[in-house]
C-alpha cells in the first residue's frame, strides 16, 4: 500500500513514517505534504491507497475544493486534529474518514488505528471497535444531545457525562474512555467542559455499574477529580436531548457538593429561585458586622446562607451574584480606609471577584471570601492605628444607610464620625462640591425613582418611605432634581 501522510508539522509527518516503517506496517511507499497545494497534488500524482491529513491544514475557504477531490479518492482517510470538537468530527466524516487522530499524537494509538485500516481495507470492512467510523450514526448522536430527534439505534440507552475539574483533561480523558469502556457498540462524544458516553442497549444498573468503573480507573489512573452523572433512557418515555438536559442539570451539584461524585439523573433537584441582592437590613448587618470587625459573626453569617440549604438548592448562578452583593459591601468598607489604594490588596480583590464567578465549587469560594475579610480586618487595624481612615467616606455610609430617617442630621453624622459638623461639611464640600444636604437629597431622590418605577406605592408614601414628612416639599424638590414631576416620572416608567 502506498502512504501520504499530509501534515504542516514535519515532525509529526517524519514521526509516523517513522512509526510505520519501524512496524513493518505493509506500505511500500510514503510521501509527505506540508500544504493544501502539495496535497491536491499527490492525490493527483501519487494516487496514495492510504491518507493520514491533518484536517487544520485545509483551510475554510478550500473545504469544498478538498471535499470534492476527495470525492474521487477511492482509498482510505485518517484525519487527524488538535481539536477534540463536534466541527472536526464532522469533517471527519464528511471525508468519510475511517479513523480520528487528536494531537498530541500517541505513538500506541497511531498504529493501532493504521493498523485496523489496513486490515479492514484488505476485508473490505469498516471496523465497529472505532467510534469514529460509524458515519451515519455519530452525527445523529450528536445532534440528539441537543435537538429532539426520535430513536433511531436501540429502545434503551444509556448515558454517562463526565465532568473532570481540569478541563485540559478532556482530550485525553476522551480518548482513554474510547479504549476503555468494554461495549463495542459506544459512542464518546466530547464537548468544552465535558464528555457524554453513550452506551446503547444498557440498562439502568448496567450504565451505573460502568460509571463505577471508569471512577474507580480514573482515580487509579491519578487524574483529575472527576463528577460523573448517570442516565438510562427509554425512548418511548424520554429522547437523549431532555435526558442531557436533566444531566446538564445534575452537573450544577458540583457547586454544592464538590467533585469525585456520581450521581443519578433522578436525584437531580429542582434549583430554587431567588433574589440575589442583599436587602437593606442584610446591607445594615454586613456593615456593622465589618465596622465592628466581627470575624465569628461573619463566618456564621457566610455559613449559615452558603452552607446549609434546608429548602432545597438555589440556582448556582443566582448565588454568584449573591456573592458579588457582598463583595460590593467588602468594597466599600475598603474605600472607607482607602485600602483599594493599597497595591496587594487591590488584586486580592481582584482575584476574589474572579473567584466568584468561576470557582466551581461554593465552599472554596466561601472560603476564600472569609480569607479576604480577615485580611480586610487586619488592614483596618493599621489604618485604624495610624488614623488614616476615611471619616467622610463612613460618613456618607452612614447617611445611605439612615437617609429614610426624617431626623437625620448633619451633627449626627459629625458626631458618628467624632468630627465637628463644621469640619466635616468643609471636608464634604471640598471633596464631592455638595453640602450634606444636598447629598441626602440626592440618596433620597434615588431611592424615590426606583420605588416610582418598581412599587404601586403612592407618592405620598413613597415621600414617607425616603424620610419626607411633607410629601409636597418632596414633589417640588424631585422635580428641581429630574424636570418633572414624581407623577410624571411614575407615568414615563
Not at 62 to 84: M, N, R, S, V, Y
Not at 344 to 357: G, N, V
Not at 403 to 424: G, H, I, K, M, T
Request: hydrophobic share 40%; glycine share 4%.
Amino acid at each position: 500500500m502506498r502512504l501520504l501522510i499530509a501534515d504542516r508539522d514535519s515532525t509529526e509527518r517524519n514521526g509516523i513514517e517513522w512509526l510505520v516503517k519501524s512496524y513493518s506496517m505493509r506500505i511500500s511507499d510514503i510521501h509527505q505534504s506540508s500544504d493544501m497545494v502539495s496535497l491536491l497534488k499527490e492525490l493527483e500524482e501519487f494516487k496514495p491507497d492510504l491518507l493520514l491529513v491533518e484536517l487544520e491544514m485545509i483551510p475554510s475557504t478550500g473545504w469544498e475544493i478538498f471535499l470534492h477531490k476527495i470525492e474521487k479518492f477511492d482509498g482510505a482517510i485518517i484525519a487527524i486534529t488538535t481539536e477534540a470538537v463536534f466541527e472536526r468530527a464532522w469533517q471527519a466524516i464528511q471525508i468519510q474518514s475511517s479513523g480520528l487522530l487528536l494531537k498530541p499524537l500517541s505513538p500506541e494509538r497511531v498504529r493501532l488505528v493504521i493498523s485496523k485500516v489496513i486490515n479492514n481495507k484488505k476485508n473490505k470492512k469498516i471496523s465497529e471497535l472505532d467510534i469514529w467510523t460509524d458515519k451515519e450514526i455519530l452525527p445523529r448522536y450528536y445532534n440528539s444531545l441537543f435537538f429532539e430527534v426520535g430513536d433511531f439505534r436501540a429502545n434503551l440507552i444509556g448515558i454517562l457525562v463526565l465532568q473532570p475539574e481540569d478541563k485540559s483533561e478532556i482530550r485525553e480523558l476522551s480518548e482513554w474512555l474510547q479504549d476503555s469502556i468494554s461495549s463495542h457498540h459506544r459512542y464518546v462524544l466530547p464537548l468544552r467542559d465535558h464528555i457524554v458516553c453513550l452506551l446503547p442497549d444498557y440498562t439502568g444498573e448496567m450504565v451505573y455499574d460502568e460509571g463505577k468503573r471508569i471512577f474507580r480507573e480514573a482515580i487509579r489512573r491519578n487524574s483529575s477529580k472527576l463528577f460523573i452523572v448517570v442516565s438510562s433512557i427509554n425512548f418511548s418515555s424520554i429522547t437523549i436531548h431532555a435526558s442531557y438536559e436533566k444531566a446538564l442539570q445534575s452537573l450544577k451539584t458540583i457547586f454544592f457538593v464538590g467533585y469525585q461524585q456520581i450521581v443519578k439523573v433522578k436525584n437531580t433537584p429542582v434549583y430554587l429561585d431567588i433574589d440575589p441582592f442583599l436587602t437593606s437590613n442584610e446591607q445594615r448587618e454586613w456593615m456593622e458586622m465589618l465596622e465592628k470587625g466581627d470575624k465569628l459573626g461573619i463566618k456564621r453569617w457566610l455559613y449559615g446562607k452558603f452552607t446549609e440549604f434546608p429548602d432545597g438548592y438555589p440556582d448556582p448562578e443566582l448565588l454568584r451574584i449573591r456573592l458579588t452583593s457582598i463583595l460590593a459591601q467588602l468594597r466599600r468598607f475598603m474605600k472607607t480606609y482607602q485600602l483599594e489604594k493599597k497595591h496587594q490588596m487591590e488584586i486580592h480583590y481582584q482575584q476574589i471577584f474572579q473567584t466568584i464567578l468561576h470557582e466551581p465549587v461554593l465552599f472554596r469560594i466561601v472560603q476564600e471570601l472569609l480569607l479576604f475579610t480577615y485580611d480586610i480586618f487586619q488592614q483596618v487595624q493599621n489604618q485604624r492605628g495610624n488614623a488614616s481612615g476615611d471619616f467622610i467616606e463612613r460618613g456618607l455610609r452612614f447617611i445611605d444607610e439612615n437617609y429614610c430617617r426624617s431626623d437625620l442630621s448633619l451633627e449626627e453624622v459629625a458626631n458618628f464620625v467624632q468630627r465637628s459638623p463644621s469640619y466635616f461639611s468643609h471636608i464634604l464640600s471640598e471633596r464631592r462640591q455638595q453640602t450634606f444636604r444636598q447629598y441626602l437629597a440626592e440618596v433620597r431622590i434615588k431611592k424615590a425613582k426606583n420605588l416610582l418605577s418598581t412599587t404601586s406605592l403612592t407618592v405620598r408614601e413613597i415621600a414617607f418611605a425616603i424620610g419626607y414628612d411633607d410629601p409636597n416639599y418632596f414633589s417640588r424638590l424631585f422635580k428641581e432634581n429630574t424636570g418633572c414631576s414624581p407623577r410624571l416620572w411614575k407615568t414615563k416608567k
